[in-house]
């Protein structure tokens, strides 16, 4: 007996080693992601300082925009800040408010430390937000690695239980999205994946379910997201059919959060539930699209972005009647199922300027629950069919989940990695004005950054000097531009092109005004290098963070109908590199104008 015990403390500090390993090395992986964009989260740190500070949901004690008030349908938009809401003469974070709520303990430690998403004038600081975000969401996603860790080590072996939590991880919508900022799903998540743990503890006999922890916990992922609604109802059935005499306790739980949440949208909106919760939301415009997209668009699909699904599939299939909890497999089954069907009635479901298939990171928990009991189930028929197995199909079996795997991991590190998949939001187009950009399978948005986007059917014609702070100049902008400016347009990345048509062929001149990116002691020079059509044109050196014109021969030779202006800029590097501000853009050189003359061409 006493054998067994320390047999057992030795197991358990073994996988709290490898349970602390993983979330050191998820920890890692995220905070050195370098690709972080604010977009729903904005402000929601601010509420959680309100809350902290002042008590308060409503956002009228700080000096955020105050803007004119926009009509959107189902709530009063403030200006185009479309994350904050105008309740009376109220101003809201319109999103959920669970995850401020649940970030409120983080935000008073990270004060002690100076840091605030708001300054002590009370103006929002974007920085900050940022920095906050950046920081909770990778904690988040890491101790999310430890539990999917702990979960299938109640079923499967060691070696096993490391593979899917780190392919749970970094082979999905966590590593690309949920780590990046805080999402609403990077709370929800988290909290599921908890949730997913007691369940399967339950089923395997390990631990007794708690229904007061489990509906408290499912009620705040709904506070978080109101999709979360599908799980609730789905395990809410599923321990009414196998946990009967748990189900007073659960239920009473959950509807005593419930109520509690409905005083709360009462008093603060003078309504049953927020604006955001609403079903009105839900549209179905687009549904057979957006059910298709969901899965096997190039831009959003979740077979796409995360193949080794594929291998989950049909490990299920295959060994299905090994599977040791067919209860539990059917409920997450159901869970993922509702859920894309949900997701197809947003209006928006191609989940606007994210990565990949951002609508369904909700799944995940089930995803990897069910990858855990497929692989338990695979173990399970191996072991029984020992004398008849084929050791050359097993390990073909085997060695196709490893490579879809390492294709699950590849698509989700370029989201985190490469900011030109971020880019690929707005350039050419913007996702949101042309979301037929998603089925383009000649530049998917996990290849950004990796190929050139395909050039454009037309080139448009140069007949006057490219002014780059207009509109005018997005046709002769082919890749590698960021927003136009105020005075100017940076670069955005290691190579920027410029396309121009010419009606008839003849020596002309280039001309151009740029400005350099340079910082005293970090960043001394830009060098850029120039090409036409393929052929080196010029090799700038750039040493004076001044804006100059520079002006070179075009000879005709080099020159074609329909022309390719390049530039190399080896030495791009973001302002959130270089310790300026939260900018990750990587910028090189502001280009004020450009002109291509072939007018009255003089030497200079």
Same mark, same amino acid.
């Given at each position: 007996?006493?054998?067994?015990?320390r047999?057992?403390?030795?197991?358990?500090?073994?996988?709290?080693?490898?349970?602390?390993?993983?979330f050191?090395?998820?920890?890692l992986?995220?905070?050195?992601?370098?690709?972080?964009?604010l977009?729903d989260?904005?402000?929601? &740190?601010v509420v959680?300082?309100s809350l @902290?500070?002042?008590?308060?949901?409503?956002?009228?004690?700080?000096?955020?925009?105050?803007?004119e008030?926009?009509?959107?349908g189902?709530?009063?938009m403030?200006?185009? /800040?479309?994350?904050?809401?105008?309740?009376?003469?109220?101003?809201?974070?319109?999103?959920?408010?669970?995850?401020?709520?649940?970030?409120?303990?983080?935000?008073?430690?990270?004060?002690?430390?100076?840091?605030s998403?708001v300054?002590?004038d009370?103006t929002?600081?974007?920085?900050n937000?940022?920095?906050?975000q950046?920081?909770?969401?990778?904690l988040l996603?890491?101790?999310?690695?430890g539990?999917?860790?702990?979960?299938s080590?109640?079923?499967l072996?060691?070696?096993?239980?490391?593979?899917?939590?780190?392919?749970g991880?970094?082979?999905?919508?966590?590593?690309?999205?949920a780590?990046?900022?805080?999402?609403?799903?990077?709370?929800g998540?988290?909290?599921?994946g908890?949730?997913?743990?007691?369940l399967?503890?339950?089923?395997?006999?390990?631990?007794?379910?708690?229904p007061?922890w489990?509906?408290?916990?499912?009620?705040?992922?709904?506070?978080v997201?109101?999709?979360?609604?599908? %799980? /609730?109802?789905?395990?809410?059935?599923?321990?009414l059919?196998?946990?009967r005499r748990?189900?007073?306790?659960?239920?009473?739980?959950?509807?005593?959060?419930?109520a509690?949440?409905?005083?709360?949208?009462?008093?603060?909106?003078?309504?049953?539930? %927020?604006?955001?919760y609403?079903?009105?939301?839900?549209?179905?415009d687009?549904?057979?699209e957006?059910?298709?997209?969901?899965?096997?668009?190039?831009?959003r699909?979740?077979?796409?972005?995360?193949?080794?699904?594929?291998?989950?599939a049909?490990?299920?299939?295959r060994?299905?009647l090994?599977?040791?909890?067919?209860?539990?497999?059917?409920?997450?089954l159901g869970?993922?199922?509702?859920?894309?069907?949900?997701?197809?009635?947003?209006?928006?479901?191609?989940?606007?300027?994210?990565?990949?298939?951002r609508?369904?990171?909700g799944?995940? %928990?089930w995803?990897?629950?069910?990858?855990? &009991?497929?692989?338990?189930?695979?173990?399970?028929?191996?072991?029984?069919?020992a004398?008849?197995?084929?050791?050359?199909?097993?390990? /073909?079996?085997?060695?196709s989940?490893?490579?879809l795997?390492?294709?699950?991991?590849?698509?989700n590190?370029?989201g985190a990695?490469?900011y030109?998949t971020?880019v690929?939001?707005?350039?050419?187009?913007?996702?949101?004005q042309?979301?037929s950009?998603?089925?383009?399978w000649?530049?998917p948005?996990?290849?950004?950054?990796?190929?050139?986007? %395909?050039?454009?059917?037309?080139?448009?014609?140069?007949?006057?000097?490219?002014?780059?702070?207009?509109?005018?100049a997005?046709?002769?902008?082919?890749?590698?531009?960021?927003?136009?400016?105020?005075? !100017?347009?940076?670069?955005?990345g290691?190579?920027a092109?410029?396309i121009f048509?010419?009606?008839?062929?003849k020596d002309a001149?280039?001309?151009?005004?740029?400005a350099?990116?340079?910082v005293?002691?970090k960043?001394?020079?830009?060098?850029?290098?120039?090409?036409?059509?393929?052929?080196?044109?010029?090799?700038?050196?750039?040493?004076?963070a001044?804006?100059?014109? !520079?002006?070179?021969?075009?000879?005709?030779? &080099? @020159?074609?109908?329909?022309?390719?202006l390049?530039?190399?800029?080896?030495?791009a590097a973001?302002?959130?590199?270089?310790?300026l501000?939260a900018?990750?853009?990587?910028?090189?050189?502001?280009v004020?104008?450009?002109e291509?003359?072939?007018?009255?061409?003089?030497?200079?």
């Amino acid at each position: 007996m006493n054998k067994s015990w320390r047999q057992k403390f030795a197991a358990h500090r073994r996988d709290a080693l490898l349970g602390l390993i993983i979330f050191a090395a998820a920890l890692l992986t995220f905070l050195l992601s370098p690709v972080h964009e604010l977009a729903d989260s904005k402000y929601s &740190m601010v509420v959680s300082q309100s809350l @902290l500070k002042r008590g308060s949901f409503a956002l009228d004690h700080y000096a955020l925009p105050r803007m004119e008030r926009t009509s959107q349908g189902d709530y009063v938009m403030n200006g185009d /800040i479309y994350q904050l809401e105008w309740v009376g003469d109220h101003l809201y974070y319109y999103l959920p408010p669970g995850s401020s709520v649940l970030s409120v303990p983080y935000v008073a430690l990270m004060n002690i430390f100076g840091l605030s998403a708001v300054n002590e004038d009370g103006t929002y600081n974007l920085e900050n937000d940022l920095k906050l975000q950046i920081i909770l969401a990778a904690l988040l996603m890491a101790m999310l690695a430890g539990i999917f860790f702990f979960t299938s080590r109640l079923i499967l072996p060691r070696g096993w239980s490391v593979i899917l939590a780190l392919g749970g991880v970094l082979g999905t919508q966590v590593w690309s999205t949920a780590s990046r900022v805080l999402w609403s799903d990077t709370w929800g998540i988290f909290l599921l994946g908890v949730v997913v743990w007691m369940l399967l503890a339950d089923a395997a006999g390990k631990h007794r379910l708690r229904p007061v922890w489990l509906a408290s916990l499912l009620a705040w992922t709904y506070f978080v997201r109101p999709t979360y609604a599908i %799980p /609730i109802l789905a395990i809410s059935l599923y321990v009414l059919a196998c946990r009967r005499r748990l189900f007073a306790h659960y239920a009473l739980t959950g509807v005593i959060w419930l109520a509690g949440f409905i005083i709360y949208s009462g008093y603060h909106f003078k309504q049953l539930l %927020p604006n955001y919760y609403l079903a009105r939301r839900l549209t179905f415009d687009h549904f057979w699209e957006a059910l298709a997209g969901n899965l096997i668009s190039p831009g959003r699909g979740l077979f796409i972005y995360v193949p080794v699904l594929l291998f989950v599939a049909y490990l299920l299939v295959r060994h299905r009647l090994a599977l040791a909890f067919p209860k539990l497999a059917w409920l997450a089954l159901g869970v993922i199922i509702v859920h894309w069907i949900v997701t197809s009635g947003f209006p928006h479901w191609w989940g606007g300027y994210s990565y990949g298939p951002r609508l369904m990171t909700g799944v995940v %928990p089930w995803l990897v629950l069910l990858g855990i &009991m497929g692989v338990q189930a695979m173990l399970r028929e191996q072991e029984e069919r020992a004398a008849l197995k084929r050791p050359l199909g097993w390990r /073909i079996g085997h060695a196709s989940g490893g490579l879809l795997l390492l294709a699950s991991i590849l698509f989700n590190a370029l989201g985190a990695t490469s900011y030109a998949t971020a880019v690929w939001n707005t350039k050419p187009f913007s996702v949101d004005q042309q979301p037929s950009r998603v089925w383009d399978w000649k530049y998917p948005q996990f290849s950004a950054g990796l190929f050139r986007p %395909p050039l454009p059917q037309i080139f448009p014609l140069t007949d006057a000097r490219i002014d780059f702070t207009q509109q005018e100049a997005e046709p002769y902008l082919w890749y590698g531009w960021s927003m136009k400016e105020e005075l !100017y347009r940076w670069t955005d990345g290691r190579e920027a092109t410029v396309i121009f048509a010419l009606d008839e062929i003849k020596d002309a001149r280039l001309r151009i005004k740029l400005a350099p990116l340079l910082v005293s002691g970090k960043l001394e020079e830009q060098r850029v290098k120039i090409e036409l059509n393929g052929q080196p044109l010029e090799k700038l050196t750039l040493r004076e963070a001044v804006a100059q014109e !520079y002006s070179r021969a075009l000879p005709k030779e &080099m @020159l074609r109908p329909q022309n390719v202006l390049t530039f190399g800029l080896p030495d791009a590097a973001s302002p959130r590199s270089l310790n300026l501000n939260a900018d990750p853009r990587q910028l090189a050189i502001a280009v004020f104008w450009l002109e291509i003359n072939t007018q009255d061409l003089i030497e200079r």
